[in-house]
């Protein structure tokens, strides 16, 4: 099993920053891939950034340059980093990453951290 934890989320103007860190831990095997996504009440889940192992890096179209994603692969960390938030950016924000083996690769997510802007 492997557990993943988020942190750094909370309440911030528009126009602010937050960064939002993840980190595995637990019976990991090999970290592949890490993501972020993010839900509202009216949304479903949705991908903000996803990172691979090595560092292949792809963004949804909202992100606009205002995100970055970053991993540090000896610290089973991914962290996010978020400029210029507005309002519309309010959402629970999780962390999720694959474990792979020899056998394939299993999905696990975090609890979610709440990121709330403020107009």
């Known amino acids: 099993q492997v557990q993943l934890v988020e942190s750094g989320g909370g309440l911030v103007q528009a126009g602010g920053s937050l960064r939002l860190s993840c980190v595995a831990s637990?019976?990991?095997?090999?970290?592949?891939?890490m993501s972020w996504y993010r839900q509202t009440p009216e949304k479903l889940r949705e991908l903000v950034a996803t990172?691979?192992?090595?560092?292949?890096?792809n963004y949804a179209d909202f992100v606009k340059a205002r995100f970055t994603i970053s991993r540090d692969n000896a610290k089973n960390m991914v962290d996010l980093q978020m400029n210029n938030l507005n309002p519309e950016d309010t959402a629970v924000y999780y962390c999720?990453?694959?474990?792979?083996?020899?056998?394939?690769?299993?999905?696990?997510w975090g609890k979610g951290t709440q990121v709330t802007v403020s107009s």
């Open positions: 999720a990453a694959q474990d792979c083996s020899q056998y394939g690769c299993l999905p696990y």
């Open positions: 637990g019976s990991i095997v090999n970290l592949g891939t």
């Open positions: 990172i691979t192992n090595d560092m292949k890096i």
